[in-house]
């Protein structure tokens, strides 16, 4: 009797630690001005103990002459050293992976990863976002948020 009383809380405690996980936010880039230098910038973070993981991007520009646009990109690493480029989900292209993708007007993208059984997260997650024909005077200010599940 009282080792199935046991198992009983167990199963509700374990439950309900699961149902009420918090999510988790990190400011990954602070905000930041692209124009020529720099031209890129890069948010790493290690999220090995996450199953969920997304990224908030905010993108403004401000044209004077060029039109420009930023990328954002990701890779993996499992040990911070070695990277290789990483495949995300976003909620344009739905279940379609997707290596790059390029913002050309202000706003928020949405972009995710999801642990799956037999693919795990990777250990680290570098966030790039680059801008193209940005100068002294067109200016990407981008900012970019890690939210995530653990």
């Not at 976003?90 to 992976?97: H, K, N, W, Y």
């Not at 990863?113 to 002294?136: E, H, K, Q």
Request: glycine residues 8%; proline residues 3%.
């Amino acid at each position: 009797m009282f080792k199935k009383l046991f198992l009983a809380l167990l199963g509700i405690a374990i439950a309900t630690s699961v149902a009420f996980a918090s999510p988790v936010s990190i400011n990954l880039i602070a905000e930041t001005q692209l124009d020529d230098d720099p031209t890129s910038i890069t948010g790493t973070w290690g999220v090995s103990d996450f199953e969920k993981v997304g990224f908030w991007v905010e993108y403004d520009e401000t044209e004077v002459g060029n039109s420009i646009s930023v990328a954002v990109t990701m890779h993996f690493s499992y040990d911070n050293t070695n990277w290789v480029s990483g495949y995300f989900y976003d909620l344009a292209g739905g279940l379609t992976t997707q290596t790059s993708e390029t913002l050309s007007s202000d706003g928020w993208y949405f972009c995710w990863l999801n642990s799956i059984i037999g693919n795990p997260m990777p250990t680290y997650v570098r966030l790039t976002i680059t801008a193209t024909n940005s100068d002294a005077d067109d200016l990407a200010t981008v900012t970019a948020y890690l939210v995530g599940v653990k």
